[in-house]
């Protein structure tokens, strides 16, 4: 394949201050990098290109009816609910997405949320920096009740290569794990595979590690958070839209379950009227799970090698079956 021609939609969801280098993308072709790219303007920057590569940037029928070189769509993700797949194989266009590559980030960060809400280090730090130690009697300040996670009941909903990390984690910590997964044979680790209804039920935290889609939007709504104990924590590293973000803060205001640890929401950067803003005993962070440097720049490694797989026609990671 002669040279190709590339365009970067949104780098700066990747990079911050040059780092990491998009380089092992730039050798591949001739590559044009945009930090951001509106979605009325995304057809217009990719113009005659025959490769894209974005993170959250909507490719759309339209777009692929207005980019008539366009053959391949790279992501900087593993979900891909951002690219109209069927559209995609209509224009013989190759959609490859990166698994796994955020495995150990996500997982860690799991249980960055779950030990604040079970240890209170934060807060602990924060009450001797404002002095409180210094004006106790007593060599033990211990004012917030912790607990441990020995013994209590992980449910882990999705057991790809997040939802089993967490699981090992979870075990380390002396943990039951539950499991609820499309592919139960692959629940091995000493965790159980049970159906949802089951893990909502039994678990302590319940922790979502699933790809959206249509199938299981708003899986996490009125009606299964009732199922849920009123002690139990809900974590979501996944994608927003799993959550009826509505029904969870109404449940949390009504102390119908203890707490909830948010990292993505339906819609981001999170809006002002975000039902969740705000809300009694929910902890939200800005989608920054998969974030840390090296986790990017393993990916940004990965879409480079999609990418040269696709130029000497053997693509990899394909999410579409694109026609002959």
């Known amino acids: 394949m002669s040279e190709v021609k590339i365009v970067i939609l949104d780098a700066a969801t990747i990079v911050r201050d040059g780092l990491p280098s998009l380089e092992p993308i730039c050798v591949l072709g001739q590559t044009k990098i945009l930090p951001f790219t509106d979605d009325g303007e995304i057809a217009n920057a990719i113009g005659d290109a025959d ?111 997040i939802g089993s990390q967490v699981a090992k984690i979870a075990q380390a910590f002396g943990m039951r794990v539950l499991a609820c997964t499309r592919t139960p044979s692959r629940v091995g680790q000493g965790a159980l595979a049970v159906p949802l209804e089951q893990l909502l039920r039994e678990s302590d935290i319940v922790s979502l590690h699933c790809p959206l889609t249509t199938q299981n939007e708003k899986m996490i709504n009125a009606d299964t958070l009732k199922l849920m104990k009123k002690s139990a924590l809900l974590v979501n590293t996944a994608r927003g839209g799993l959550v009826d973000e509505y029904a969870l803060a109404k449940a949390l205001n009504e102390g119908k379950i203890a707490g909830a640890c948010i990292d993505v929401l339906t819609h981001e950067p999170m809006r002002e009227d975000c039902p969740l803003f705000k809300v009694k005993n929910c902890m939200i962070t800005p989608h920054v799970a998969w974030a840390p440097i090296e986790t990017r720049e393993r990916l940004i490694d ?6 040269k797989c696709w130029k000497e026609g053997r693509p990899r990671n394909v999410v579409n079956l694109p026609n002959e």
């Open 302 to 307: 990965e879409v480079a090698e999609n990418i």
């Open 51 to 161: 490769a894209v590569i974005c993170n959250k940037c909507q490719i759309t029928e339209q777009v692929f009816e207005q980019c008539e070189n366009l053959r391949y769509v790279g992501l900087f993700a593993t979900g891909y609910n951002n690219i109209d797949l069927k559209a995609a194989t209509k224009a013989k266009a190759v959609v490859c997405n990166v698994r796994g590559y955020s495995a150990y980030a996500v997982a860690q960060h799991t249980f960055a949320l779950i030990l604040d809400c079970f240890s209170h280090a934060h807060s602990y730090a924060l009450a001797v920096e404002n002095g409180d130690w210094i004006r106790q009697k007593l060599f033990s300040y211990f004012y917030i009740p912790t607990n441990e996670l020995a013994g209590r009941t992980m449910g882990i909903v999705g057991f790809g290569d």
